[in-house]
């Protein structure tokens, strides 16, 4: 029987353009071998919280320019606590163990990071949106 840790690193996609070396900084070292993962892992469950969130706020973001959209993508994991923290959890709950102590000693900086990943993969994918309003 595996443990909650080896099933969890093995879960993780790989991700060959995440360098890291021996002069890397602690946060970004922890964002290329534990963030992008973890992000590129839950998209499809980011992407679907994002559109409950939308919904949530009557699928205003639908009828927005897409600078709007972009915009609002940013002001609604910045600016909305509950829905921020609802992100970090998504992404909190995949560390590990070890991985939880790293993070909770550099949490101010990597929350910052974590958000911002989410944030930029949000906008990267927004012709997802662009299809939701469609087939909607």
Known sequence: M??????LLNARPV?????VSSCTSIDERFQNETLRPILKLQN?????V????????KNVFYDLSVD???????NAIQKDIKFK???????????TVEEYLI???????LNKR?????????KDQIQIFEYEMVAS
Do not use: P
Request: proline share 0%; glycine share 4%.
């Open 44 to 48: 499809d469950l980011l992407i679907a």
């Open 15 to 19: 991700i060959s353009s995440a360098v």
């Open 103 to 109: 993070y909770s000693q550099h949490a101010s900086a």
């Open 2 to 7: 595996n443990s909650r840790k080896t099933d």
């Open 50 to 57: 994002f559109k409950n969130y939308v919904l949530n706020y």
């Open 85 to 95: 923290n609802a992100l970090k959890g998504i992404v909190i709950g995949q560390f």
């Open 114 to 122: 974590m958000m911002n990943l989410v944030i930029e993969r949000l």
């Open 68 to 74: 709007n959209k972009m915009n609002y993508i940013e």
